[in-house]
């Protein structure tokens, strides 16, 4: 990017980003050539997809819970180390064809004013990528949600969700046309309890009149908690992947990650994955489409 003025004219902010940026420039290279020769899973007449839900904590990796303390300036300050992680997080992705992604950094001076969303699509090799961004603190925090993907959406829409504080989305993105159409919704719910079952309701009425449904993303909340509330009942959803800890990374103990998976999709595999790229781990099925489910290519 280029910043007007000379550097001893530039306001101390405007410096910074620059020195960050200067440093940063070129990092990463040859990713993008692992991803273009590693063989993917692509959709066919009968499609599957493997999906991928993944809380990345702003690129920030975490191997044990002092890290909170010790790496907590990482929330506010970039470090070269992120964007090493951040390419590693990539190599995950490779083998998926649509990505959910909540936490991320949409360039901020804490991830090195990179949009992460983007940096991941083309380390990742991912031809579309959309970023939704909840809480703008400008220079100092771009927290977004995120999709990653290999097939082209015929439409993604943007959702703020309710609640007393402010931040939240759903990221909603449509694959194929008409009434056959596949909906993904990701989406990072509050940590209250009370917030969530409106959020819950609020995403069970985007839902409702659609055929072939996915909700994935970091739920904050074991299933038991609101598995029986009556929207979520009546849109039919459920999670094979409800006893699988997700969180913390080090010491797996919650199930609070999740894909909600509607009843005309059939999961052929569902896992987490073993890694500290993050403070959670990420959740992947393999989805069999019916076969009205068209999806567009390119």
Known sequence: MSL????????????????????????????EEAAASTPQTHPDGHSRLRLLSYNIQAGIPATRFRDYLTGGWQHVLPSRRRLDNLDQIARLLLRFDLVGLQEVDGGSLRSGFVNQAEYLAQRGGFAHWHLQLNRDLGHFGQHSNALLSRVRPTRV???????????????????????????????HLALGRRARRQQLRFIAGLVRDRRHV???????????????????????????????????????????????????????????????HSDHLPVGVELRLPPQVRLASG
């Open 214 to 276: 996915v909700v994935m993303g970091d739920m904050n909340s074991r299933l038991r908690h609101w598995r029986d509330l009556d929207p979520l009942r009546d849109a039919e959803l459920h999670s094979p992947a409800q006893d699988l800890p997700t969180f913390p990374s080090w010491q797996p103990q919650r199930c609070i990650d999740h894909i909600l998976v509607g009843p005309t999709l059939r999961v052929e595999k569902v896992e987490t994955l073993n890694c500290l």
């Open 157 to 187: 829409t943007e959702h703020r969700l309710p609640g007393l504080i402010p931040g939240r989305g759903v990221l909603q993105a449509r694959f194929g046309d008409d009434d056959d159409a596949l909906t993904l919704l990701i989406v």
């Open 4 to 31: 007007a003025g000379s550097p001893g004219q530039r306001p101390p902010l405007r410096r910074l980003r620059a020195l960050v940026e200067a440093r940063y420039a070129g990092h990463g290279r040859g990713i």
